[in-house]
């Protein structure tokens, strides 16, 4: 990092492995500091190589449901910097990651606080992808102007998600709870331009079943696509195959 010179930089990508033991939380913080003062447009962070981290972990979770023991999943991938440490970086912009309009976080913890904060303050954010980690319960994707593309895949402990982008154009969701008393809360509201959706099992329950939280977009759709992860029986709607062929 010393040796980078420029005052900005377009794209930082780290790639890390879950099992090296000299990557650290403070490590991570420095790289996350780098990219802040570098005012990066493109962040990327994926953790990687713990296979028990990973989908297995859904699958295990949805094998031994409770009131069975589950695993701990409070040290899934390692942990974005909470909001406190953010607003101690020495910015040369008005707010962290002001100039960013991409961000990619694979097994990284980070909480709604956090969240919240970067797309806050991300006014030129375009795609938005997470998957894995924890921390992350009611993420409300709402003051994103810019946003087109939105990817969430296992976030272990999203509850609620809210949506509204006048230019969000993909939604993909696929998590692990393809339980129906897993379901979680989406909420949909202006999504205009939405055209493409890609969901696992309990987005498609909720589709089929809460047609109040889906029908602001459903008939604007163009192509929709399912992900299923295990056999599951479910009646579909004429109406449904209908919205598919219009």
């Known amino acids: 990092m010393a040796l980078h010179r420029c005052s900005n930089i377009d794209k930082l990508s780290i790639r890390l492995n879950l099992r090296l033991p000299n990557v650290t939380d403070l490590v991570i913080c420095d790289w996350i500091q780098f990219a ?17 981290l990973t989908e297995t972990m859904g699958h295990y979770k949805r094998r031994f449901m409770p009131p069975f023991n589950t695993p701990d999943l409070s040290s899934c991938g390692y942990n974005f910097p909470v909001l406190g440490k953010l607003l101690t ?10 100039s960013l309009t991409s961000l990619k976080l694979v097994n990284f913890n980070i909480d709604d606080e956090t969240m919240d904060y970067i797309l806050s303050n991300c006014s030129f954010l375009e795609r938005l992808y997470l998957k894995g980690g924890t921390g992350l319960r009611n993420l409300s994707v709402v003051n994103s102007p810019f946003l087109k593309y939105l990817t969430l895949g296992s ?7 809210k949506i509204s982008g006048a230019k969000l154009v993909y939604f993909e969701y696929k998590g692990y709870r393809d339980h129906p008393r897993w379901m979680i809360d989406f909420c949909f509201e202006n999504v205009p331009l939405l055209s493409e959706v890609i969901m696992d099992t309990s987005y498609f329950m909720s589709f089929l079943h ?11 759709l163009e192509k929709v696509a399912m ?8 009646t579909i709607s004429f109406s449904f195959f209908l919205l598919l062929y219009l």
Not at 212 to 219: D, K
């Open 36 to 52: 802040v003062q570098r005012q990066v447009r493109v962040l990327e962070l994926e953790a990687s190589g713990d296979i028990s």
């Open 89 to 98: 970086f020495p910015l040369t912009n008005t707010s962290c990651f002001a």
């Open 155 to 161: 976030c272990w402990d999203l509850k609620a998600l």
């Open 210 to 220: 809460r047609k109040e939280v889906h029908e602001v977009y459903s008939n604007q």
């Open 227 to 234: 992900h299923i992860s295990r056999p599951v029986r479910m």
